[in-house]
């Protein structure tokens, strides 16, 4: 199969959630084997954008294509995974069991589910049932789910929230090594400090994309080494112009 030369494509993309247009003519693209953070204030329509590339959300005009294939064609079902901000674990199973399940369903063996656990840092809860974790474990167990399956492109809708230090830097670490490794990642946050760790950032600020461009990009455009004051000049900047 032809490699796309971008993981994600998005020309003039419009969407509208109930009677208001919360993207406003979005046009990206995501590299392959790149960490995309995708960073904007709480309901500027990250999780919107997320959708779409998806295939799960109703678009007003444009087009998405990911991996090469328009969004939501069945092929990339198998290809792409999604982790939403609401868990989806079941409760009434372990963590293990779980991630076994996925691992089923796309054909990954045993070894695989542990290394999801592992990654993750889910190995000490795995035998603990969805019912009894916390919402920082939930969102890990979900996480192992999306693992297991090796998706060539992983969506994150803000992945880190919730969760203490430590393991922020372990997941970062894990997403830095999953880019490596070829796959790419798009990884949506509220809060600028994780842009630190992304290749490439998409600063989305009331359904606009501001700009996209990597961290020392932002800072040189901006003349602020600090990435939220830069991202603050960029916002004065444009309006501005
Ligand atoms: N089901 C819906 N019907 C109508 N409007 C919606 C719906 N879901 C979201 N919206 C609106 O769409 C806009 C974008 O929402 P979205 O969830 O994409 O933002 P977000 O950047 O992901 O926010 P957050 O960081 O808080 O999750 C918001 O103004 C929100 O109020």
Not at 3 to 11: G, L, N, Y
Not at 14 to 36: A, D, M
Not at 222 to 240: H, P, S, V
């Amino acid at each position: 199969m032809a490699q796309a030369t971008h993981a994600v494509e998005i020309r003039n993309l419009s969407v509208r959630r109930g009677k208001r247009t919360v993207l406003h003519e979005i046009s990206l693209t995501i590299p392959r084997g790149s960490i995309t953070g995708l960073l904007g204030p709480s309901g500027c329509g990250k999780t919107t954008l997320m959708r779409s590339i998806v295939g799960t959300q109703i678009v007003a005009s444009g087009e998405v294509t990911a991996l090469g294939s328009p969004a939501g064609s069945t092929e990339l079902r198998r290809r792409i995974g999604y982790v939403t901000q609401a868990p989806s674990i079941y409760n009434d199973i372990s963590v293990r069991e779980n991630v076994r399940y996925h691992a089923a369903l796309y054909d990954r063996d045993h070894e695989a589910t542990e290394a999801a656990l592992t990654a993750v840092g889910m190995r000490e809860f795995a035998g603990q049932r969805g019912d009894e974790l916390s919402g920082g474990q939930l969102t890990r167990a979900s996480l192992a789910c999306a693992l297991v399956a090796q998706p060539e492109l992983l969506i994150l809708d803000e992945p880190t929230v919730g969760l203490d230090p430590v393991l922020r830097v372990d997941l970062w670490k894990q997403f830095r090594e999953l880019a490596a490794g070829g796959t790419t990642l798009l990884v949506s946050s509220h809060v600028m400090d994780e842009a630190e760790h992304c290749d490439r950032l998409l600063l989305l600020r009331e359904g606009n994309l501001l700009a996209q461009l990597s961290p020392d990009e932002l800072r040189s455009s901006t003349g602020e080494q600090n990435l939220e004051n830069a991202f603050l000049t960029l916002i004065t900047m444009g309006e501005a112009a």
